[in-house]
Each structure stands twice: as C-alpha cells, then as structure tokens.
C-alpha cells in the first residue's frame, strides 16, 4: 500500500513562514510534488522534487529527502491570497501514477 | 495554454442511473487521471490511463470504469450510481514525472 501524511490545517498571519511537512509510504517512488488549490479552484502545479535537496520558486520552496521518506513545502512572506489547500503528491510507476494526500489547509490571517 | 475540459460543472442524477462523465486535454499529454475530492479526504486516485486503451486502477476503482479511444479524451463511468458516489470529479492530465493540468471539476450529485 502507499499511504502520504500533512497535517489538516494550518494558520498564521501576513508576513509569517509556514512549512508543511509530507511523509509518505510509497514503493516505486519517483518524485514529490505540491499542488495548490484555492476554494472552488481547480489544483495548480507548485513544484517538483525528484531529487534530494531544496527547489526554491520565488516565495515558495519545496525540499525532499529520499531517505526519510519526507518533504515539505515552505511559504514565505505569507500574504493573504496564500489561503488555500496545498496537497503534496507521490509521482510512482515511471513517473505515470499520480497520488495525493490528504491536503493541509491554510488560513492568512491580517 | 494547456487546457483540460470536463463536460459539466454540475450533475445531479439518480440511483442506479448509468453516467458518463467527459474530459478532454489539448496538449497531446500521455498520461490522463480521474479523482474524487471528498472533504478531509484529499484527492483520491479512481482510474488512469498512460496511452490509449491502457488503464490501471487507482486507490478507489471499485464501482467505477472508465474509457480512453482516442489520446485526448478520458471518459470516467459509474455503471449504476449510488449515493456515496455523490463527490467531487476531477480530471487532469500530463507527460509522465511532469506536472499535472486539472479540469474545473464535476460536482455530481446522486439522489
């Protein structure tokens, strides 16, 4: 089985780092990627991370660590149309299989 | 820009009533994905299909199938829709190990 673990939700405000973390149980495993999703939104593409190490796309930035079986996704400078769903997601069966977790919402509070 | 078209944003029908639910993608792309999103469930794998005529199942494939004739169009059907497959249907597609586009979504309803 496969199984990808984020927390539910997390809040902060404007301004703040927020980093949310992605472990996951997974055999064939070839990349990580994170999707955003705003309310009534369809899932956009963040980034991608098949190798070990940090990706960093302006405010946002995405690590993976192959051994550990984890990676998270770091939002910096938080503004408030940051406020949406972000879904890590495992790339497997030669990159063809795409799976989600479960989702972890965030709030950007004033 | 990649464009991925499901049929209808909204679908009510009833119990034992066979649907087709219908996406297409403009960017020649392999691999075609079906998901439901149920809140606190994620989006969760039903079907894919990697080529034309080829699919595997996903994590939740049971009362479900689905149909790839053609490279651009993905159709997902439920033989005979129950109640609890009352969702959100959502559609993308990609090359393979590259990002996914996603469709609008299809809120279906079952009554």
């Known amino acids: 089985g496969q199984s990808l673990e984020q927390p539910s939700e997390v809040t902060a405000v404007e301004g703040a780092i927020v980093q949310i973390n992605c472990t996951y149980q997974?055999?064939?495993?070839?990349?990580l990627s994170w999707y955003q999703q705003h309310d009534g939104g369809a899932p956009t593409f963040l980034s991608y991370?098949?190798?070990?190490g940090l990706e960093e796309t302006g405010r946002f930035s995405s690590f993976l660590s192959r051994s550990d079986s984890y990676g998270y996704l770091l939002l910096q400078e938080l503004q408030m149309k940051d406020s949406a769903s972000y879904f890590c997601a495992v790339a497997k069966a030669a990159g063809n299989k795409l799976t989600f977790g479960g989702g972890t919402r965030v709030l950007v509070k004033p | 820009d990649v464009k991925v078209t499901q049929s209808s944003r909204y679908l009510v029908k009833r119990t034992g009533e066979k649907v087709f639910l219908e996406c297409v993608q403009d960017m020649d792309h392999e691999n075609m994905f079906w998901y439901r999103q149920d809140p606190g469930l994620g989006l969760r794998l039903i079907y894919f299909s990697y080529d034309v005529k080829m699919k595997e199942k996903g994590d939740i494939p049971e009362g479900y199938s689905v149909s790839r004739e053609k490279k651009e169009r993905f159709s997902l059907i439920l033989e005979s829709a129950s109640t609890n497959q009352t969702s959100m249907y959502l559609c993308a597609s990609s090359f393979p190990r590259a990002e996914a586009f996603f469709g609008q979504g299809t809120r279906l309803t079952v009554v």
């Open positions: 997974t055999s064939g495993f070839y990349g």
């Open positions: 991370n098949a190798l070990d």
